[in-house]
């Protein structure tokens, strides 16, 4: 459809004007709200692996998630007027860790996550540790996702990972880490689940952990 093209172009173009405004049109039109977000995950998934193949670069990724951030609010009120919603794949608590206030990063990959089909409860930057293990218990979490830009914070990533042993919910969610001061190496000491520098590779890990990759 032409009104679907036209969106997923304006998420291509990093338009989040045009974005919101064919969201709007496409539900004008009659059509199904998960259709428009099927467009526009598609745009960003080629972004995305443009992203991985060198051929584009950061700001383009981040481009093109604002577009979407700007459309996605329009499509899901559009589904839950109706009673519905997109179905999901899990469920994911994401955030920066206490201490650091860096979110670029982060926002990025909560949006590529919403756009793969997962449920994603952002919790913002510098959260404690206990408030991410009281968001797995209240969510039922499938995956939780820890940024930690400074050298400095990176041991918060630790600290979550042990009060999530101690309060009985380690084995019922995988835990991934990325951010500036986070290698694979410092991953695997903590008992990280997986580490991704990057946010689609991050989604891909995502969708491993839940089975769908």
Same mark, same amino acid.
């Given at each position: 459809m032409e009104t679907l093209a036209a969106l997923?172009?304006?998420v291509d173009e990093y338009d989040a004007v045009a974005a919101a405004e064919h969201a709007r049109k496409a539900l004008d039109e009659g059509i199904d709200p998960v259709a428009a977000f099927d467009a526009m995950t /598609?745009?960003?998934k080629t972004i995305g692996d443009d992203f991985e193949a060198g051929t584009r670069w950061l700001p383009d990724?981040?481009? /093109?998630?604002?577009?979407?951030?700007?459309a996605a609010p329009i499509l899901?009120?559009?589904?839950k007027a109706r009673g519905g919603e997109r179905q999901s794949l899990g469920k994911v608590v994401a955030g920066t860790v206490q201490g650091d206030i860096h979110s670029i990063g982060i926002e990025m990959v909560c949006t590529l996550l919403i756009a793969a089909g997962f449920e994603?409860?952002?919790l913002g930057i510098d959260v404690p540790a206990q408030k991410?293990?009281?968001?797995?218990?209240?969510?039922? /979490?499938?995956?939780?996702?820890?940024s930690a830009l400074l050298t400095v914070t990176s041991l918060e990533d630790k600290k979550v990972i042990e009060l999530l042993t101690e309060q009985g919910l380690r084995d *019922?969610?995988?835990?991934m880490v990325g951010g500036g001061a986070i290698n694979a190496d410092f991953a695997a000491s903590i008992g990280a689940d997986g580490y991704e520098p990057a946010a689609p590779g991050?989604? *891909?890990l995502a969708l491993s952990f839940v089975g769908a990759a």
């Open positions: 997923a172009r304006a /598609a745009a960003i990724l981040i481009g /093109a998630a604002d577009a979407m951030k700007a899901e009120e559009a589904l994603v409860h952002y991410f293990v009281d968001a797995v218990r209240d969510t039922g /979490a499938d995956v939780v996702a820890l *019922q969610v995988k835990v991050a989604v *891909q």
